[in-house]
């Protein structure tokens, strides 16, 4: 049962336009949550990330919103560039109890592979 | 450089022979993770450790081990390898606690492949 979802598989966007990747997640108890980039051949890096004491994180033309009540959250590319192209993976991380005894644990979405075309 | 540093980045290896992939990081971070990359399954962990000497396991342990006896490196072995775990692989690092710990540093990947 994936308790983070990204039901996107690919995304493909005009350069300039908007890029928008959504991610839903299941457990209510996740309060913090994280975007990372994924170029090929490369790890993971970090994006952006959001607490859930808050509906909106902007860096630069990287913006997160979360909608805690449907559990949703969304990464706006503003605007798209061809460097952007890339799997973006959303991450979800809450502490324990119920991670019984890893109380520090990131749960991943399966990644939405973003192209950007100039 | 702050960086995660993995080596090989490609093995190809056989069933049943013993291999380590060593991962280091230069950040002085406490927590440090691996995990394996599959098609349809995402990321998912292996192991992690929250210092040296302390480790526990994660999603999908069965077939691997870990050690942590410096700050600095966390070796993923397999025993005796088996052809499903061939995967991509990731260490990844971080500092602990709040928000801190959970923007992880990765490394560049080890592909394995076992015949």
């Known amino acids: 049962d994936q308790q983070v979802k990204q039901n996107s598989p690919s995304l493909s966007v005009q350069e300039g336009r908007i890029s928008i990747l959504n991610c839903d997640y299941t457990?209510?108890?996740?309060?913090?949550f994280l975007w990372y980039k994924k170029y090929p051949a490369e790890g993971p890096t970090f994006l952006i990330s959001?607490?859930?004491i808050k509906d909106k994180n902007e860096d630069g033309r990287f913006t997160v919103f979360l909608n805690k009540s449907a559990k949703h959250l969304s990464l706006h590319i503003v605007p798209s560039q061809p460097g952007d192209s890339a799997v973006y993976f959303c991450?979800?991380?809450?502490?324990?109890?119920?991670?019984?005894?890893?109380?520090?644990?990131?749960?991943w979405g399966l990644g939405t592979s973003l192209a950007v075309n100039p | 450089e702050a960086q995660v540093t993995q080596n090989p980045r490609y093995l190809i290896t056989v069933t049943g022979k013993k291999l380590t992939v060593t991962c280091s990081q230069n950040?002085?971070?406490?927590?440090m993770s691996w995990y394996r990359q599959d098609p349809g399954l995402g990321l998912r962990q292996i192991y992690y450790?929250?210092?040296?000497?302390?480790?526990d396991k994660g999603d999908v342990p069965e077939g691997y081990k870990v050690s942590r006896k410096e700050k600095r490196n966390f070796p993923l072995i397999l025993e005796s390898p088996s052809p499903n775990q061939t995967s991509l692989y990731f260490c990844?690092?971080?500092?602990?606690?709040?928000?801190?710990?959970?923007?992880?540093?990765f490394g560049p990947g080890t592909r394995l492949t076992v015949l």
């Open positions: 990844a690092s971080s500092l602990p606690g709040g928000s801190s710990y959970n923007e992880q540093f």
């Open positions: 450790s929250m210092n040296v000497e302390v480790t």
């Open positions: 457990n209510s108890m996740f309060d913090y």
């Open positions: 959001i607490s859930s």
């Open positions: 991450a979800a991380s809450a502490l324990a109890p119920w991670f019984a005894g890893n109380n520090r644990k990131l749960i």
């Open positions: 950040m002085n971070h406490e927590y």
